[in-house]
């Protein structure tokens, strides 16, 4: 039984989606999750630190991720996520955010923003090694400054310029992506 201090278990974790049955239960942005899926192409000198990572900690490290299908980063991060665990041999599971409080706030961004998606490492035992959310450092820092470059636009210009800006900036965040991981991994070897 998953407890207030217990936040994942096996048979909590039994309970996430795979990736296949993740796709047939999307709803919104099911090409781009798609699309996502099948351009990226996970290096491997990042899958073999993901597969040495999981041997030095003895085996069994499990993903979760926690997305919602409507979040254009979700629809950029869960699939690269997935990859990872993929390409690395780590277990892993998909939770829909909304449908799962307990998880949803035990990861909130700055402790107060239920942001997605999340990314959370666990080892054999489900004692959490680490967590990352919603997208990488530079993404927020491209992010405000296009936001100050675009003040003087219309909103729907802002919105057209935004859109543009974020698709030419997509395959760098998901390898920032991965490279935030990695980071997150090597700081609890």
Not at 57 to 82: F, H, N, Q, Y
Not at 128 to 137: D, F, N, Q, Y
Request: with cysteine; net charge negative.
């Amino acid at each position: 039984m998953v407890t207030a201090t217990t936040i994942m278990d096996a048979e909590k974790f039994a309970q996430g989606l795979t990736w296949e049955q993740y796709a047939s239960s999307i709803q919104a942005n099911k090409e781009g999750f798609q699309r996502t899926y099948d351009s990226f192409t996970m290096p491997e000198e990042d899958a073999a630190f993901f597969r040495a990572y999981n041997e030095r900690k003895g085996g069994g490290v499990k993903m979760v991720i926690i997305g919602e299908d409507w979040c254009p980063d979700v629809v950029r991060g869960l699939p690269v996520a997935v990859k990872i665990a993929e390409a690395s041999g780590l277990e892993y599971r998909i939770f829909v955010r909304d449908q799962n409080p307990e998880l949803r706030d035990s990861f909130l961004w700055r402790h107060e923003y239920p942001s997605i998606p999340v990314v959370a490492f666990f080892n054999k035992d489900f004692k959490e090694l680490g967590h990352w959310i919603e997208r990488p450092a530079i993404a927020y820092k491209q992010m405000a400054e296009l936001a100050d470059d675009l003040k003087a636009l219309s909103d729907e210009e802002r919105r057209a310029e935004s859109g543009k800006r974020r698709a030419e900036w997509a395959d760098s965040w998901k390898k920032e992506t991965v490279r935030e991981l990695k980071e997150l991994l090597y700081r609890v070897m």
